[in-house]
């Protein structure tokens, strides 16, 4: 990677940039240096060097890799038991690098959907990501094209939330580029790590599970993310054990009846945890 500056003109470029909130106050992190008050376009701290930009930007996105190391295990392992080779299964994982798109995009695969059909699903499910460039933009017009390519293909959505988080405090954040590109390797590196793992592993998934298996592991990584209280985890593991325990009832009647368990199990442990809560007030 490139260890160029800010380039000459960005002084110009920033001036567009929305008013500076006020700093929180907050201690400076490592590699920061307080900006000079004479400094015109600067708030705030300020990154001394591109690398600690760089570094910083890694170690803020480090705290949500929990999340992105079991989505990446099922998407590989999803893309193996679809039935590409190891080979066409980490190419797509690193060519798309959008896990959603990629889950969703396997059944379709296996079922021999039309291509267009496959790509125009992939695109809609992306479309958050022409919000997010846009709406970033502004802080990156000053940058060569090759910098803007650069930035699109490792936008996450941690990082963008992540970036834009910091820019609300500090527009005109000094090296601001380098902190965007490390979150978003960082995520890029352990996400293409563990869909690896997850590709090796797919091949132990027998041959007559494929469609079954890799449409039930893409509907399971597209609801896992809104699994975020108790009251959520416990409707759907009731759900998935009364669905899973009345599988063999006729009409497809044990998903009914794993939905109506799972919301009476949801509804009753909100309840349980809003009264135990109410009780341990003073």
């Not at 380039?7 to 006020?22: F, I, K, N």
């Not at 797509?92 to 079922?111: E, K, N, R, S, Y």
Request: glycine residues 10%; aromatic residues 10%.
């Amino acid at each position: 990677m490139s260890g160029e500056g800010e380039p000459e003109h960005l002084q110009r470029t920033q001036g567009a940039l929305p008013e500076a909130v006020p700093d929180s106050g907050s201690a400076p992190e490592p590699g920061l240096q307080e900006a000079s008050p004479a400094a015109p376009g600067t708030t705030g701290h300020q990154y001394a060097t591109p690398r600690a930009a760089y570094v910083s930007g890694m170690k803020a996105v480090v705290p949500f890799l929990f999340g992105t190391i079991p989505f990446g295990l099922v998407t590989g392992i999803a893309t193996k038991a679809a039935g590409l080779s190891a080979a066409e299964a980490v190419v797509m994982t690193t060519m798309v690098f959008a896990g959603t798109a990629q889950i969703a995009a396997l059944p379709l695969l296996v079922a021999g959907a039309p291509g267009l059909v496959v790509v125009l699903t992939a695109f809609i499910i992306n479309l958050r990501f022409v919000i997010y460039s846009a709406t970033a933009a502004p802080y990156f017009k000053h940058l060569p094209l090759r910098w803007k390519f650069l930035l699109g293909y490792f936008m996450t959505d941690t990082g963008f939330a992540l970036f834009m988080r910091r820019v609300a405090n500090q527009p005109q954040m000094r090296y601001r580029h380098y902190y965007f590109i490390g979150s978003g390797i960082t995520v890029a590196t352990v996400w293409l790590l563990t869909a690896a793992i997850g590709v090796m592993a797919g091949s132990k998934v027998p041959p007559g599970w494929q469609l079954e298996f890799a449409a039930t592991l893409g509907i399971l990584a597209l609801l896992a993310p809104f699994v975020r209280s108790k009251p959520d985890f416990a409707a759907a593991a009731v759900g998935g054990a009364v669905a899973l325990l009345a599988s063999g009832l006729p009409m497809k009647l044990g998903l009914v009846a794993g939905a109506i368990a799972g919301i009476a199990a949801g509804v009753m442990a909100e309840q349980v945890f809003k009264t135990k809560a109410a009780g341990d007030k003073p």
